[in-house]
Every structure is written in structure tokens, then in C-alpha cells.
């Protein structure tokens, strides 16, 4: 039976994300910046606590985040009514030009990694990364 060789599957992915770091440093954002404003692009607004549910990150870190982010001007805090104590997190227009530079940088990236791989790898890659992202 084929085993799965986790270390050199880490390794890969580090050297991947690497890459991911270096094309999104032009546009100023790290990783997880990256993903959060991804996220809030498609949910328009969310709170502290849902973006670290979603994160699946302690609410700490994810306030780090976002006082990052508001510090950088990309997001900004709305009032929430229902909950004084909470507010809603939303893309700034500066977020939004932010967000398009990084989109385009990581589309290199993946067009540039994607071109050493046939559409069958391709295709097990992409199934691989939703299986494993499903049981975790």
C-alpha cells in the first residue's frame, strides 16, 4: 500500500507558500491578511468572532489581524446594533485596490505553478487540498 509522504508534502507546500509571500509582499499583505479580506469581500460585513470562527483561529489572533488591517486603512469597524459590544469589519476603498494588486500577484503564482503540471495533476491536486481541507 502507497503511503502519503506528509514531510515531503509540508515541504512542497512551504515552498509554495514562500512564493505566495514573496507576490503578495507588493501589495503589502501577508497570508492571513489575504485570506480575511477575501472572506470579507464576499460577506461585505462580519464580526470579529465570525472571522475567527471561520479562520479557525482564537479570537485574539484574529483581533491582532484586524487591528493590523484597520491600522492599515484596508478595513474599517461598523457599528453593530444588535451587540454594543461588537462591531462589523468591511472592506475600505483602498482594501478593495489592495485586494485586486494581491489577486493578481497570487494569479502569477498559481498560473506560473500550474503550467509545470498536466490537467490530470492538476485535477488530483485541487481534489486532494478540498479532501483533506473537508476532515480537518
Known sequence: MDKLQVLELLEATQQFEKKLNLALMYSGLRIPQFRVMLFLEKSGNITVS??????????????????????????KSRSNI?????FYIV??????????LARREVQ?????????????????????????????
Open 91 to 100: 472592506l475600505t476603498e483602498s482594501g478593495l485596490r489592495r485586494l485586486e
Open 50 to 75: 465570525d472571522l475567527s470562527r471561520y479562520m479557525n483561529v482564537t479570537r485574539a489572533t484574529m483581533s491582532v489581524l484586524v487591528n493590523q488591517l484597520l491600522t492599515a486603512g484596508v478595513v
Open 82 to 86: 444588535k451587540d454594543k459590544r461588537s
Open 108 to 136: 502569477l503564482v498559481e498560473d506560473r505553478i500550474s503550467t509545470a503540471f498536466d490537467s490530470a495533476t492538476i485535477e488530483a491536486l485541487n481534489h486532494f487540498s478540498r479532501e483533506l481541507l473537508s476532515k480537518a
